[in-house]
C-alpha cells in the first residue's frame, strides 16, 4: 500500500496503468476457458462454462447449451461436437488502471473452415480474487485482423468509452447501431450486418400468413460494455453489444409453427404471436475523425437466441 501526494491511496496497483496480464496469465486464461467450454459442449451442461463467460458471448453460450440439454433430455440431441482447439494465438494486451481489466486473443482453430477465419475473443477480469471471462468472440479473417499500436514494451492502448478522437465514441456505437437498424442513416459502411440486415428483415416482414416486427435496444452496461483498442491509423476495433427483438404474429384462423429450439427458452403459450429475444455481439471498425472515411464498419456480429415470450 502506498499514499502518493494528493493522498489518495494505491492499493495492489489498481491506480497504477499496468498491463491488464502477462502473457503467461492470458494464455492460463485462454487454456481454462478452452478446457471449460469443451466440457460443457460435450455434455450440453451450461453450469460447466458459466464461470469462464460472460457479456454477449456467455449469454449466447448458456441459452444455446440449454436448448441442447433440451434436446439431450428429449433425444433428439446430434453426435457430440469435435473439442474445440486453438493454435497460433496472438495476445494483444492494453495498459489499464483499475478493474475491470481485458485483453485480445487472435487465433487459428481446427474449426476454422481450412483458415477461413480467426476467432477473437475478448477475456475481461472484475478483480483480482476472480476468473478471466470470455466476454465477446468475433470470427474475423485473417485480413480483418487490424494492427494495433503498441508501445515500446508491446502494450496495446485501449480507447476510453468517450474517445473524441473516433467519428463514433464507443459508449455511443450500440445506441447509434440500434438506430441505424430501425431507420438507417449513414453512420456505417454497407455490407452483411448492417444494410444487408436491413434489406433481409423488409424483405421477411411481411409473409404469407405472417408479419414480423423488430425492436432494437442498445446494450451498454456492466458486462456488456463496450471496448475497444486503438489501431495503427488512429482508430478502433470496438466490440459492442445489441438486444434484438422479433414478434411474430400469425394471421387469424392460422396456426403459429415454434419450432422446439425455441419452446425449450419460451415463457408462456404462443397461442398467435411470438417474440423472440436475442443478444448481438458486434466487431466493429471505428475510423479516426478527420480521414477520408468516417463509416464504421461491422466486420462481424455474432447473435444468438437468448429468450421467447409466447402471447
Given at each position: 500500500m502506498a499514499v502518493t501526494a494528493s493522498g489518495c491511496v494505491t492499493v495492489h496497483g489498481e491506480r497504477e496503468i499496468v498491463p491488464a496480464a502477462t502473457k503467461a496469465e492470458a494464455a492460463r486464461a485462454l487454456k481454462d476457458f478452452t478446457k471449460a467450454y469443451n466440457a460443457a459442449e460435450a455434455e450440453a451442461d451450461p453450469a460447466k462454462d458459466a464461470k469462464y463467460l460472460t457479456g454477449p458471448f456467455g449469454a449466447i453460450?448458456?441459452?444455446?447449451?440449454?436448448?441442447?440439454?433440451?434436446?439431450?433430455?428429449?433425444?433428439?440431441?446430434?453426435?457430440?461436437?469435435?473439442?474445440?482447439?486453438?493454435?497460433?494465438?496472438?495476445?494483444?494486451?492494453?495498459?489499464?488502471?483499475?478493474?475491470?481489466?481485458?485483453?485480445v486473443a487472435d487465433s487459428g482453430s481446427n474449426k476454422d473452415n481450412n483458415d477461413q477465419f480467426r476467432w477473437v475473443l475478448v477475456f475481461t477480469r472484475g478483480g483480482m480474487d476472480l476468473p478471466w471471462e470470455a466476454s465477446y468472440v468475433a470470427f474475423l479473417k485473417p485480413g480483418q485482423v487490424p494492427k494495433f499500436k503498441k508501445d515500446a514494451d508491446g502494450l496495446a492502448e485501449p480507447v476510453a468509452l468517450n474517445d473524441s478522437k473516433l467519428t463514433v465514441p464507443p459508449k455511443n456505437l450500440s445506441k447509434e447501431y440500434a438506430s441505424y437498424l430501425k431507420d438507417g442513416g449513414e453512420t456505417f459502411e454497407e455490407g452483411t450486418h448492417t444494410s444487408g440486415w436491413r434489406e433481409k428483415r423488409e424483405r421477411e416482414a411481411e409473409r404469407l400468413g405472417l408479419v414480423t416486427q423488430y425492436i432494437d435496444e442498445p446494450q451498454n452496461s456492466g458486462d456488456f460494455a463496450p471496448v475497444g483498442l486503438r489501431t495503427e491509423n488512429g482508430g478502433a476495433l470496438v466490440f459492442f453489444s445489441t438486444r434484438h427483438f422479433e414478434k411474430r404474429t400469425a394471421a387469424e384462423g392460422l396456426n403459429l409453427r415454434i419450432p422446439a429450439d425455441v419452446r425449450a427458452l419460451m415463457r408462456g403459450d404462443a397461442k398467435g404471436a411470438v417474440t423472440l429475444e436475442s443478444v448481438a455481439?458486434?466487431?466493429?471498425?471505428v475510423p479516426p475523425k478527420g480521414g477520408t472515411n468516417s463509416l464504421v464498419q461491422?466486420?462481424?456480429?455474432?447473435?444468438?437466441?437468448?429468450?421467447?415470450?409466447?402471447e
Open positions: 453460450n448458456q441459452a444455446d447449451l440449454k436448448v441442447r440439454a433440451e434436446r439431450k433430455k428429449n433425444g433428439s440431441e446430434g453426435p457430440a461436437p469435435t473439442p474445440l482447439k486453438f493454435d497460433d494465438t496472438k495476445f494483444t494486451i492494453p495498459k489499464q488502471a483499475g478493474w475491470p481489466r481485458w485483453f455481439g458486434q466487431a466493429a471498425l461491422v466486420l462481424n456480429r455474432v447473435q444468438g437466441l437468448t429468450g421467447a415470450k409466447g
